[in-house]
C-alpha cells in the first residue's frame, strides 16, 4: 500500500489515561483500583508512534493525564467537532462493570475522582455508552473514528457498539484490550501496560502488512497474535477484542518508522550518504512549509465568515445537553440533533458551536416511574437502594417521550416531594409531531384501499382473519415504548387483557420495540420463519412503516398499513427537565435548552420528524406518498391519555400476574473462582432479584451435592420476597433486605459436585402443569460453570434435553464457560428444547439475565 503524497482531511488523536485517582479507599468488590504508573508511559510513548507515524500530526494529537469527567467530556467533544477525517481516542485507567441493583452489566471508565460507594452510584465514572453517543452525535463527525480502550472490562464495550444503527458502526471501530467479563494486569510500573506496549510495537515496527502501512485490521491481528501466551487476572486466554465493519479494516493508523514504507513509487536512492529517515524529515519540513504558505494565502483569500469556525474555539468548549427520549425516537431525534449541532441556531458570532448534545434512550415506563418516584435517588447517585443511574441513564436536560401521557405520569400527584428536586416543563397543547398507530400486515391479507381506514381495530382484525389461516397480531413491549403501550391499549378494547397476552406469549419470546419486531420478523431465514411473517400482523406506529422497509430483504412480504379509529396515537413532547441542585450553569443551559426547543419548532425542526414518517398534524397528510401507508388517512385518533396509560399498564400487570422463577445456583467447588466480585454469581443473582415486585414469586437452589445426597438444598424459599423499590412500604423493603443478605452468607461447598440434571428435573416438577397451572409467567435460572455437565453421558444428556421440551417451562442457561452455548452443547439444547436463552462468558452476563428477568417479572412499579 503506498503512502499517500498529501491529505486533505484533519486527522485528529485524543489520548487520555489516568495515572492517579483521588480516592485511596479500598474496595471490597473492586479490589485494584489504585494509581496506575505504567499510564504515563502509555501516553508517552503511544503519542511518540503516532505522531511519527504520518497519519496523525503533533499539533492535532493531545493528551489528557488523568482527567476530570468535565475535562475528559469537554476534550472529547472539541476533538468530535474538529476532525473531519480519522478520529482516535484512546483511553487507559480502571474500568469496572455495573452490575449491582440496576446497573445492566455496563462498562464505566474511572477518570481522576472515581470511587465506588455504598449504594449504585459511581461518581467520577463516566459510562461507555455515554461516550459512544456522544461520538455518534453531531452531522460534521470524522470520516471515521476509532476508540482503544486499554482497561479492565474493555470487551464489555462491544455490547454498546452492537446496539448502533448499520450507519453508525460504519464510521466507529472498537479496538478492546481483552474480551468482556475479564481483568487485566497493568504490568510494571516502569513500562507500558502490556496491551499498549504491543499497540505500540507494531505502530513503529509494521503490523505485518504487506505495503508498510499499519492498518486498523492488521493492528488487531498482530496485537492479539502478541498476547495469546498471556493471561487475564481469571487465568483465561487474554483475547482482544475489535469491533467494526468490512469497510473499516483497511483504516490505516500508521506508517512504519524503520524499514521501507513499501511505496514503489519512492525514488529516495538508499545509496546515498544521507540515512533515508533524516531524508523523509527534511522531504515532509519542505512540504509542510509549502502547505502552510498555500494555506494562508486560500485562508486571507476565499475563507467563508459564516462557515469557518474561529481558532478561538478551542478555548470555550460548547455546553454538553444531555437528552433522554423513547427508544422508538431515537433515531428520529438523534437526526433533529445532528441537524441542529450544525445548524446557525447553534453557532455564536465567532462561528462556534454553542451547544452539544448526547442522545440516549430507555424504556418509557422506566423513564417515567423514575421521574415520579425515584428523583431523589437520581440527584443523589450516591444513595443505597434501586437507582436509575442504572436503569435509565443519567441526569437529562431534556426529555421527549413519545407521549405526552408519559410527560403526565412522570409528575407525581402532590403527595411527595419531586417539586424540591426537579421540575418538569413542558406544553402537551404544542407536541414536536403526531403519529397514528397502524396495523401494518402482509398485503395480501390487507383490505382494499378504501377499506383501510375510518374502521375500528377488532373489524379490521376479523377481515385479516378471514383471508387466512392462524392470522395472528403481535405488539412490542408496552414497558418499553410509548408504541408498545398504545398497541396494547387497543387490543386490549378488541379481547381481555388477559386472553390477549396469553395470546402474546404463545406468539414467542416479548420483542421490545417496533423496529425489533417488523425487521425480526423480515429477516427470518426458516420456512418456518417465513411462514409466521406472512401470517403475521403488527399493531405499530406509523414511523415504523419506513424502518421494515429499510430491514426487509427481497424475501420479506410486503406490508400495508390499515389505519383503526380507535387506537390512540403518539403526539412527541418536549420536556425540560431542570434539577434544583445544577444551579452554577443553569443560566447558560436554560439558554441552550431553549434554542434547542426553538429550532425544534421550526420549520427545520419540524422536517426531521416529516422525513421520518411523523405527521405535522393531528390532521395532517404525509408530504410525499410513501410506499405502503396511506398520504391522507383522514383525522388521527386522539393521543394516549394519561389515565388510559397508566389503566393499561395495570391492566397488563394484572394480565400477566406475578411471575414464578426459581434459580439454580452451581455451588459446587468449582464454581468458587466465580462466586465473588462484581461480576460474580452470586452478584448477578442479587441483581436479578432487585427486578422483581412484591407480589412475584421466586426463589433460590444451592445446587451441590455428594454421593446420595439430594441434589439441591434452599437458599431462599419459594415465595415473594418484598421489593427494594424506594416507592415500596417498609415491610415490602425489609423483606427484601432479608433476600438480599441471605444470599451474601452463601457460599460454594468445596468439596461437592453438582447434579445439574437432577436439580433440573426437580425445578420442572415443582412448578405448576395441567390444572394447577394458572398462567403465571414461569421460568427456571441455571447459573453454572458447565465443569459438571460431563458427569452426564450422552445418552443422559439427550434425556434431559428431551424431558426439559416436555415440561415448555423456559430455561435461562448462564454459563461462565466462554463455550457454553456454542452449537451441540448441552447449555444451547436445554435452552432451545425449552425456549428460554443461553447466555455464556462471551456475553454480558449480569444484563442477559436481567433483560430476561425483566420479561416476567413485575417490577418495582
Not at 390 to 397: E, F, K
Not at 528 to 546: K, Q
Not at 723 to 744: F, L
Request: hydrophobic share 35%.
Amino acid at each position: 500500500m503506498a503512502r499517500p503524497e498529501q491529505r486533505k482531511e484533519t486527522n485528529r488523536a485524543l489520548l487520555v489515561g489516568v495515572v492517579r485517582y483521588t480516592s485511596k479507599r479500598p474496595l471490597k468488590f473492586a479490589e485494584g483500583l489504585g494509581d496506575i504508573a505504567a499510564v504515563q508511559h502509555n501516553l508517552e510513548e503511544l503519542r511518540k508512534a503516532l505522531c511519527q507515524g504520518g497519519v496523525f500530526d503533533e499539533d492535532a494529537t493531545e493528551s489528557l493525564s488523568s482527567p476530570g469527567v468535565e475535562q475528559f467530556e469537554n476534550g472529547l467533544g472539541f476533538a468530535r467537532d474538529h476532525t473531519d477525517g480519522l478520529l482516535l481516542v484512546y483511553f487507559a485507567g480502571h474500568g469496572i462493570v455495573d452490575t449491582r441493583t440496576g446497573g445492566h452489566g455496563r462498562l464505566l471508565l474511572g477518570l481522576r475522582d472515581a470511587k465506588v460507594e455504598h449504594g449504585p452510584g459511581f461518581p467520577g465514572w463516566i459510562r461507555w455508552d455515554d461516550v459512544l453517543n456522544r461520538l455518534c452525535s453531531g452531522e460534521n463527525r470524522p470520516r471515521h473514528t476509532v476508540v482503544i480502550l486499554d482497561c479492565c472490562y474493555a470487551g464489555n464495550a462491544s455490547a454498546a457498539w452492537e446496539e448502533l444503527d448499520e450507519q453508525d458502526q460504519k464510521r466507529v471501530s472498537l479496538l478492546l484490550a481483552v474480551q468482556k467479563n475479564q481483568r487485566i494486569d497493568a504490568g510494571s510500573a516502569r513500562t507500558p501496560t502490556p496491551y499498549t506496549a504491543a499497540l505500540i510495537r507494531h505502530l513503529e515496527h509494521g503490523a505485518g502488512e504487506s505495503g508498510g502501512a499499519v492498518t486498523l485490521c492488521g493492528l488487531h491481528r498482530s496485537v492479539s497474535d502478541s498476547l495469546k501466551s498471556s493471561r487475564t487476572v481469571g487465568g483465561r486466554e487474554w483475547s482482544p477484542l475489535a469491533c467494526r465493519k468490512d469497510a473499516a479494516e483497511d483504516e490505516v493508523l500508521a506508517w512504519p518508522t524503520d524499514g521501507d514504507d513499501g511505496d514503489e513509487g519512492d525514488e529516495v536512492d538508499a545509496k546515498e550518504d544521507e540515512p533515508r529517515p533524516n531524508r523523509l524529515r527534511l522531504i515532509a519540513a519542505t512540504v509542510a512549509v509549502a502547505v502552510a504558505l498555500t494555506l494562508s494565502l486560500w485562508w486571507i483569500t476565499s475563507r467563508d465568515d459564516d462557515h469557518v469556525p474561529s481558532a478561538s474555539c478551542a478555548n470555550s468548549p460548547p455546553l454538553e445537553l444531555r437528552v433522554l427520549t423513547d427508544p422508538d425516537l431515537e433515531p428520529v431525534v438523534r437526526t433533529a440533533v445532528n441537524s441542529f449541532v450544525t445548524s446557525g441556531a447553534n453557532t455564536d458570532d465567532k462561528n462556534c458551536r454553542r451547544t452539544g448534545i448526547t442522545v440516549y434512550s430507555a424504556s418509557s415506563a422506566e423513564s417515567a416511574e423514575a421521574f415520579r418516584t425515584q428523583y431523589a435517588e437520581w440527584a443523589h447517585v450516591g444513595r443505597p437502594g434501586f437507582n436509575p443511574v442504572g436503569t435509565v441513564g443519567p441526569q437529562p436536560d431534556v426529555w421527549i417521550p413519545a407521549s405526552s401521557a408519559s410527560a403526565r405520569r412522570a409528575q407525581d400527584d402532590g403527595s411527595g416531594n419531586q417539586s424540591s428536586v426537579l421540575s418538569l416543563e413542558f406544553d402537551d397543547k404544542r407536541p414536536l409531531a403526531y403519529a397514528p398507530m397502524v396495523l401494518l400486515l402482509p398485503e395480501q391479507l390487507a383490505e382494499p384501499e378504501g377499506g383501510r381506514t375510518g374502521r375500528r381495530l377488532a373489524e379490521l382484525v376479523t377481515a385479516m382473519k378471514g383471508k387466512g389461516e392462524q392470522v395472528q397480531v403481535r405488539r412490542a413491549d408496552p414497558r418499553y415504548t410509548d408504541a408498545g403501550l398504545a398497541a396494547a391499549r387497543g387490543l386490549y378494547r378488541t379481547e381481555t387483557p388477559r386472553n390477549v397476552e396469553l395470546e402474546q406469549r404463545r406468539q414467542g419470546r416479548p420483542v421490545l420495540s417496533g423496529k425489533d419486531l417488523v425487521c425480526g420478523l423480515a429477516r427470518g431465514k426458516t420456512v418456518e420463519e417465513r411462514t409466521v411473517d406472512r401470517r403475521t400482523a403488527v399493531l405499530v406506529a406509523e414511523p415504523t412503516v419506513g424502518r421494515h422497509r429499510s430491514c426487509a430483504d427481497e424475501t420479506a412480504v410486503t406490508r400495508v398499513a390499515e389505519y383503526p379509529n380507535d387506537v390512540p396515537g403518539l403526539d412527541p413532547v418536549f420536556v425540560h427537565v431542570r434539577w434544583n441542585d445544577a444551579r452554577l450553569d443553569e443560566g447558560k443551559r436554560d439558554e441552550a435548552v431553549q434554542r434547542f426547543q426553538d429550532w425544534l419548532a421550526s420549520k427545520d425542526g419540524r422536517k426531521a420528524f416529516q422525513e421520518d414518517g411523523f405527521r405535522d398534524a393531528p390532521q395532517g397528510s404525509l408530504p410525499s406518498p410513501l410506499p405502503g401507508r396511506l398520504t391522507s388517512p383522514g383525522p388521527m385518533p386522539r393521543a394516549l391519555s394519561a389515565g388510559e396509560a397508566a389503566d393499561t399498564l395495570e391492566k397488563y400487570r394484572q394480565a400477566n400476574a406475578a411471575s414464578r422463577v426459581r434459580f439454580l445456583l452451581d455451588s459446587s467447588g468449582s464454581m468458587s473462582r466465580w462466586w465473588d466480585g462484581a461480576n460474580g454469581a452470586r452478584e448477578i443473582v442479587k441483581q436479578s432479584l432487585s427486578r422483581f415486585g412484591p407480589d412475584d414469586v421466586f426463589g433460590v437452589w444451592s445446587v451441590a451435592s455428594g454421593g446420595s445426597d439430594a441434589a439441591y438444598r434452599e437458599l431462599l424459599p419459594f415465595g415473594t420476597h418484598g421489593s427494594g423499590s424506594s416507592a415500596a412500604g417498609k415491610k415490602e423493603q425489609d423483606k427484601a433486605a432479608e433476600a438480599g443478605k441471605k444470599m451474601d452468607d452463601a457460599t460454594p461447598e468445596m468439596s461437592m459436585e453438582a447434579d445439574i440434571g437432577g436439580a433440573l428435573r426437580a425445578a420442572l416438577d415443582q412448578m405448576p402443569r395441567g390444572g394447577e397451572d394458572d398462567g403465571h409467567p414461569q421460568l427456571i435460572v441455571l447459573i453454572t460453570d458447565d465443569e459438571d455437565n460431563s458427569r452426564m453421558s450422552g445418552a443422559q444428556q439427550d434425556d434431559l434435553v428431551k424431558f426439559v421440551g416436555e415440561r415448555k417451562v423456559p430455561v435461562v442457561m448462564v454459563s461462565f464457560d466462554s463455550g457454553g452455548c456454542l452449537k451441540d452443547r448441552l447449555d444451547l439444547r436445554v435452552a432451545e428444547a425449552s425456549g428460554g436463552m443461553c447466555l455464556d462468558a462471551r456475553d454480558d452476563l449480569a444484563k442477559g439475565l436481567g433483560t430476561e428477568i425483566s420479561r416476567v417479572a413485575q417490577g418495582h412499579r
